[in-house]
């Protein structure tokens, strides 16, 4: 890997690091079609195992009250542990 440059850096630029781009295009009505033949709902897909719905909105207005804090790697934990005694009171 170029000395400095990001995974991200090189997929989004490979021109810049001597490489190029080896990207399908994919028409949006494909994506459409296909999503379409899957029997599960966007919704339901990225709900975490387990959790119910009660619990999933209570986070939510849970995180909401502390202002939507930006999540990265490095505030993860931050916010859980903001969130975690917001949670119980629920």
Request: hydrophobic content about 40%; glycine content about 8%; aromatic content about 12%.
């Amino acid at each position: 890997m170029p000395s400095g440059a990001t995974p991200t850096d090189i997929f989004t630029s490979p021109e810049a690091y001597g490489g190029g781009s080896f990207a399908i295009p994919v028409p949006n009505e494909a994506v459409c079609q296909l999503r379409s033949t899957i029997g599960t709902s966007r919704e339901d897909v990225f709900q975490w195992p387990g959790v119910d719905a009660e619990f999933n909105d209570a986070a939510y207005r849970v995180y909401a009250e502390l202002g939507s804090p930006e999540l990265v790697s490095t505030s993860a934990w931050t916010v859980f542990m903001s969130m975690a005694p917001l949670l119980y009171r629920v």
